[in-house]
């Protein structure tokens, strides 16, 4: 049974957890966190599992994953699996989405190195702002 003493008020779990107040609150409204109750003044309780699915999102909203991504993976836990086969084909998808933007950016760069390789004429014409990007 739980006891006053090992559940935590909203406001202790924000300052255990550095987060804001209202990210605590955020996550507890999208299902994300699982309060055990509430004060008799209305505080969500949290029990001290909190610490731990908190420092999860965190991990994996580093790692790029969507707070709806993270849901998926939370939800898996709390039905009494574990989730790493989902995870693995998420991450295997965000390295898939590295490399697709890493070559975009390769693209880019040489773009950007071609235009400024390239002289430029001194046009002072009204209408152009700059002929380098022109």
Do not use: W
């Not at 924000?14 to 209202?22: D, F, N, R, T, V």
């Amino acid at each position: 049974m739980l006891t006053q003493e090992t559940l935590h008020q909203i406001g202790s779990v924000a300052k255990e957890s550095g987060l804001p107040i209202k990210t605590v609150r955020y996550y507890d409204e999208l299902g994300l966190l699982k309060t055990v109750g509430r004060t008799e003044g209305g505080y969500r309780l949290f029990d001290a599992s909190v610490f731990n699915r908190l420092s999860f999102i965190k991990r994996a909203q580093s790692l790029g994953l969507s707070l709806a991504e993270i849901k998926e993976f939370l939800d898996v836990h709390d039905q009494g699996d574990l989730p790493c086969d989902h995870v693995r084909i998420k991450l295997q998808d965000k390295i898939a989405d590295v490399d697709r933007q890493i070559h975009q950016l390769q693209i880019l760069k040489l773009e950007l190195q071609e235009i400024l390789s390239e002289r430029t004429i001194s046009n002072k014409s009204s209408l152009v702002i700059c002929p380098i990007i022109q």
